[in-house]
């Protein structure tokens, strides 16, 4: 029997490529689910269309999402912390000079990303081991199963657009109008080393045979979508359970992996009792997350306090207020997610590209000026419809190279073991963005709009959710390093297929990179390895 461990994105990506070989596979998993009232009132709202949700329903869905102007402390779904309760799989974990958490949902944190879903550029990766020609059947794979919103446009140029006959979510008015404006100045944009185009994101646009419904347009993206339009990888789950290869086992935490012969043993325990468990593997997939899939991996190879670095994209925020202001955006109905990406390449800054994700209006800008401003929001009333028609956000996400960096040790303590991690703080993020923002700057008037610098917002590592590469492949592998197939040095029948084995960390965002490479991973059979 073959196990992949863990449900997030690239366990369902090697599960997929596993089944489809006709190869029998268990999925163990935390498995952590939305509370069942939770669940109850999603499950109403979906059965009606927008004006028939009871006003106290949606105001529950919304519950506990805190906004402030350097964003949101923690993104929530539908109003749940459930993807980043620790149900134990978490456990023992000290943090210094870095903010990051660790999910046991099904479906781990894609029940709470942005959605975000852009390949690699060959650019990025061309000092991988594995190469832009080996990853692209396998992004083209993964594309088929996870619903693309997106059209063709300039982007292309870096990165190709894969999945079925695209369709896109409909833009905001005010994405509309910045597009247009950077089409106007395209030229020199493009000089300057930008490219720009609309979002690209895992969201399913129309009905299907198996959902049923379009976007409406709610606004409640951030919230989390009523109607489940945004892809989690809880719904390969489900999907894959229709396959009479496939299984899936729930309330497991993995702790460790021991090889013996032609197979490995699956050391864990129940989520919720405690009690031992094991399990006999010909070959297991690992993709727990990178914390958790790093900690297994140092826990299986009794690397004691040693250290192993995990790298991250860092990302900053910063707010833009456009020159003129679009009316109505109050009331437009529109989608709240990433609405326009822009491409920086500009080696004074950095070799790699740097990736802006432009956010246009969302409800929670409003909270987030209450919460600044207090008892003198009211006063700003009479300003707020033209203030938030002029006012975009950038998420900004920088190359591994330019990032800081988490230094993990795996301790013994007299309870058990312990995983620190440490921020390893580097100066180039700072030079980098403090260049991106004088470079926005210098060209206000190509973009019609004007980076407000005095609230930006760089945030620590681990932030961004987007780090990895803790055993990164190489053609060949030393000592906390994994081949080409995934397979840290001094295991032959396991294989880390989440981010930890990605040698880099590209600004665009991972999640399409890693399901392809786990897809590649889990493709090559068994048998000939």
Not at 18 to 37: A, H, I, N, Y
Not at 135 to 159: G, N, R, T
Not at 335 to 363: G, K, M, P
Request: charge should be positive; glycine fraction near 6%; charged fraction near 20%.
């Amino acid at each position: 029997m073959v196990f992949v461990i863990g449900s997030g994105p690239a366990g369902v990506a090697a599960a997929h490529a596993l089944v489809k070989q006709e190869v029998d596979v268990t999925m163990l998993d935390v498995g952590l689910e939305l509370e069942p009232e939770r669940q109850r009132q999603v499950d109403e709202m979906a059965a009606t269309s927008p004006d028939g949700w009871k006003p106290e329903t949606v105001a529950k869905l919304k519950e506990g999402m805190l906004a402030t102007v350097g964003g949101i402390p923690q993104k929530l779904c539908y109003g749940s912390n459930f993807p980043f309760r620790d149900a134990g799989q978490g456990r023992a974990i000290e943090m210094n000079a870095i903010e990051t958490l660790v999910s046991g949902a099904r479906g781990g944190l894609s029940n709470a990303w942005g959605a975000n879903f852009m390949p690699c550029a060959r650019h990025d990766i061309a000092d991988w081991c594995v190469s832009a020609v080996e990853l692209a059947p396998h992004l083209a794979a993964v594309a088929e199963f996870v619903p693309v919103s997106a059209s063709h446009d300039d982007l292309d140029e870096f990165f190709t657009l894969y999945g079925k006959t695209p369709s896109m979510l409909q833009p905001s008015r005010q994405a509309t109008a910045l597009l247009a404006d950077l089409h106007r100045n395209k030229a020199a944009l493009r000089a300057a080393g930008f490219t720009a185009g609309f979002s690209r994101l895992a969201v399913q646009v129309q009905p299907t045979e198996t959902n049923p419904h379009g976007c409406v347009y709610c606004g409640l993206c951030m919230y989390g979508c009523p109607y489940r339009l945004i892809y989690s990888s809880a719904s390969s789950v489900r999907q894959l359970q229709r396959n009479r290869h496939f299984r899936y086992v729930p309330g497991v935490i993995v702790e460790k992996l021991v090889e013996s012969g032609d197979s490995v043993e699956i050391i864990a325990r129940s989520r919720d009792s405690g009690e031992p468990l094991s399990y006999r593997a010909e070959r297991v997939y690992l993709g727990s997350g990178v914390v958790s899939t790093t900690r297994i991996l140092m826990e299986s190879l009794q690397a004691y306090d040693t250290p192993v670095l995990i790298k991250d994209s860092q990302y900053f925020l910063l707010p833009m207020l456009r020159y003129r202001s679009t009316p109505g955006v109050m009331q437009e109905a529109l989608h709240t997610l990433a609405q326009v990406y822009i491409e920086l390449l500009d080696d004074s800054l950095s070799r790699n590209i740097i990736q802006l994700q432009f956010y246009t209006y969302n409800e929670l800008y409003q909270a987030a000026l209450r919460n600044r401003f207090g008892l003198l929001f009211p006063l700003m009333k009479w300003m707020l419809p033209s203030l938030l028609g002029r006012m975009s956000v950038i998420l900004a996400y920088l190359h591994s190279n330019d990032s800081s960096a988490i230094e993990v040790r795996l301790l013994r303590d007299a309870n058990g073991n312990r995983l620190k991690m440490d921020g390893r703080i580097s100066e180039t993020p700072r030079r980098v963005i403090e260049g991106v923002v004088r470079k926005l700057w210098r060209h206000r008037g190509l973009f019609r709009a004007v980076p407000m610098k005095p609230m930006l917002q760089v945030f620590p590592p681990g932030n961004s959710y987007h780090y990895g590469s803790s055993f990164p492949m190489r053609e060949n592998p030393a000592r906390f390093e994994s081949d080409r197939w995934g397979r840290p040095a001094g295991l032959r029948r396991v294989h880390a297929v989440d981010a930890t084995v990605l040698p880099s960390l590209t600004a665009t965002t991972i999640v399409h990179t890693a399901m392809a490479n786990a897809h590649r991973i889990a493709s090559q059979h068994p048998s000939l390895l």
